[in-house]
């Protein structure tokens, strides 16, 4: 079972097109070939309904890739910053991409 990717994003983000790259680049590293869906985020009432936690947002099966980020609370529509172990960037740490693709589906 081949996992559903969501990259919610919102338009003018400058991260949103590298972030798809990214998933790309994994899904092929790792021979996933998951369901890409792009999902613009437009509205308040979008980013309150999507819990959306700014641009961009890559969910694997539901699930935001960063760890702990599904308890958080506050939604915004404004561009996502990531604190990884390189410092803080507008890309997710690529290890969580493989993680989440690597999860076994289903559980």
């Known amino acids: 079972m081949e996992p559903v990717v969501e990259i919610l994003y919102f338009e003018g983000c400058p991260n949103h097109p590298g972030a798809a790259e990214l998933v790309e680049r994994i899904a092929a590293e790792t021979g996933v070939a998951p369901a890409v869906r792009l999902v613009e985020v437009e509205t308040v009432e979008e980013v ?47 290890r969580w991409v493989r993680e989440a693709f690597t999860r076994p589906r289903g559980t």
Do not use: H, M, N
Request: glycine share 10%.
């Open 48 to 94: 309150k309904r999507l819990r959306f936690l700014g641009s961009p947002t890559i969910r694997v099966d539901g699930c935001d890739i960063e760890p702990g980020a599904d308890e958080r609370d506050t939604f915004v529509l404004a561009c996502r910053v990531y604190k990884t172990d390189a410092g803080y960037a507008g890309q997710p740490d690529e």
